[in-house]
């Protein structure tokens, strides 16, 4: 029960810290370009120019799966707690939908790997150094510093959270299972 | 009103689902999510656009695709039926895209169903379905595994797909980064000037300033006139290259420039050619003038005599002929003049020898 208890509260929390993850800033740029970049959002200058990326701009359209599954994964983990504290147990399609839940958020994970590439892909370009040569001379510019927005931790969080309650949800789905079949034997 | 809602729900998963995939099943009519803003403000990311396959010409939206995976709904930009390609752009892109095959086209965009119009059309029925199967979603049944194995699927599919996407270059638009370019140097009067040309950006301060000449270096102070570097150059260093024969001078910079960015110059370099002084001798009166810009080292001798067989008297000049001075020398009512200028000229001495009168006569 209280490996179901901890599963359950991993998944609630894994998708609580997702959907975070998506709606906040990730990285936050200061220097000759100034602004930040979220997977839902950015806003990005340099030189007092506005800057635009047509690869961000398609980012907010590639997370929606991954807004759906972690809401969906919040909203089965809040009712399986819900319905845990009033009725003192979990049936075994609670523990299912849960198992469901967090295999979903494990392929948002992968997404969700593969749109941060896409983000650092751009911040490399957008933060990389403007300093060049020009007939006049070596123009150096003082750069861009990057911050992570996002602790490490939270980030550790976000992609372990998950693969945890699959694991421990697939365990106990399993123990359940042999349990069920022995009991049918006797 | 659960099962109609069910059936409802099951139609209208079937229809997106055939839809969506019309454009590799070859349907006449098909629709594509837009998720890129290339086409705004007409067509806004998460816009519906629904295409079909037709003829299209210069100006009609159309949807190529470079890969099964990657499309592109784009405006024609322009067609070249000969060889066999079109060029299109997005609206609000600053830049045609590459030529693509006239076969790589799928469709040609009909309508476009605002992201507010559809979402809606689409979030009702589904919300209708929850609230009339909740129930049965939660009370254990196999029906209410189905919609998280679709939303499993689901994320299959969008995983598949983004992993599929070919990968595109990373393009920044409204990026202009500031620069200088240098138009050139030269010298006029006494002065070196540099021309620059600036993009974006402008000098702030000058941090050093230096020039060569030869072997010797000299820290200067410039003026900032526009686009222009002005920097005075002392008479003593004209009077110093012209000596040594030098005619190069060699200009560098560190400037302070707007975004907190330094110019580190390279040499601005500007030559002058001395001028030979300008000597001419009219009616016994000889006029010596320096046309360079520093003084010129000058001996002049001028030799007299009232009569021949006379002994000569001498009149010895030795001095820096400063620029633009004008030296005469009155040798009227002298029956008989010589004079000798001997000065240097890019480190070589020149010397003239000129008889001014004979028999009292100015010699011309």
């Keep these: 029960m209280i490996m179901a208890i901890a599963s359950t509260a991993s998944l609630l929390l894994s998708s609580v810290l997702i959907i975070i993850y998506l709606t906040t800033p990730i990285y936050i740029l200061r220097g000759d370009a100034n602004g930040y970049i ?20 398609s ?18 983990s809040a009712l399986s707690i819900a319905k845990y504290i009033r009725r003192r147990g979990f049936s075994i399609h609670m523990l299912a939908m849960l198992q469901g839940s967090a295999g979903i958020l494990v392929i948002s994970i992968g997404i969700l790997a593969a749109l941060s590439q896409i983000v650092e892909r751009v911040l490399s370009v957008v933060a990389s150094s403007y300093s060049h040569e020009s007939s006049a001379g070596r123009i150096i510019y003082g750069g861009t510093d990057v911050y992570e927005a996002i602790p490490w931790i939270l980030r550790l969080l976000i992609s372990q959270l998950p693969y945890a309650s699959l694991l421990m949800l697939t365990a106990i789905l399993l123990i359940y299972s042999f349990k069920k079949e022995t009991a049918v034997k006797i | 009103m659960g099962s109609l809602s069910s059936i409802l729900l099951y139609v209208l998963a079937a229809m997106l689902l055939i839809l969506s995939a019309g454009r590799f099943l070859g349907l006449p009519i098909f ?13 806004q990311p998460m816009d519906l656009a629904v295409f079909r396959r037709g003829n299209y010409s210069i100006g009609d939206v159309v949807i190529w695709c470079s890969s099964p995976m990657y499309c592109v709904a784009h405006r024609v930009f322009n067609i070249s039926f000969e060889k066999g390609f079109l060029v299109t752009k997005g609206d609000a892109n600053p830049i045609p895209d590459q030529p693509v095959l006239l076969s790589s086209v799928r469709g040609v965009l009909i309508l476009v169903v605002p992201r507010y119009i559809w979402i809606p059309l689409i979030l009702l029925p589904l919300t209708l379905y929850v609230v009339t199967n909740y129930r ?11 919609p998280i194995y679709m939303i499993l699927l689901y994320s299959l599919g969008s995983s598949i797909y983004i992993f599929l996407i070919p990968p595109s270059p990373v393009i920044i638009e409204g990026l202009s980064i500031p620069s200088v370019e240098a ?22 301060s000058i941090d050093s300033c230096i020039y060569y000449y030869g072997n010797s270096s000299n820290a200067c102070s410039p003026q900032l006139l526009g686009d222009r570097l002005l920097i005075e150059i002392p008479r003593d260093v004209w009077r110093d290259m012209n000596r040594l024969g030098i005619s190069r001078i060699d200009l560098r910079i560190v400037a302070s420039l707007e975004w907190g960015a330094k110019l580190y110059s390279w040499n601005y370099t500007a030559f002058h050619s001395f ?19 520093g003084c010129v080292d000058t001996n002049i001798t001028a030799m007299m005599a009232e009569r021949a067989g006379e002994p000569w008297r001498e009149l010895r000049i030795s001095r820096c002929l400063e620029p633009g001075e004008v030296v005469e020398i009155d040798l009227r009512g002298y029956g008989y003049a010589f004079i000798r200028i001997e000065y240097v000229l890019i480190g070589s001495k020149q010397i003239i020898q000129r008889e001014v009168i004979r028999d009292h006569k100015p010699v011309s």
């Design chain 1, 38 to 57: 979220g997977f839902t959002g950015y806003y990005l200058e340099a030189f007092g120019e506005r800057l635009r990326s047509p690869v961000l701009d």
């Design chain 1, 59 to 76: 980012l907010r359209i590639y997370t929606a799966p991954i807004y759906i599954s972690s809401s969906v994964a919040l909203i089965t």
């Design chain 2, 31 to 43: 629709f594509s999510l837009v998720v890129s803003g290339s086409m705004a403000p007409s067509i």
């Design chain 2, 136 to 146: 049965r979603l939660f009370s254990g049944s196999l029906w209410a595994m189905t």
């Design chain 2, 183 to 204: 138009r050139g140097a030269w010298i006029s009067n006494s002065s070196l000037t540099a021309e620059l040309s600036f993009k974006n950006t402008s000098i702030v």
């Design chain 2, 275 to 293: 001028e030979m002084l300008n000597i001419s001798a009219r009616d016994g009166v000889v006029r010596i003038y320096n046309p360079n810009p």
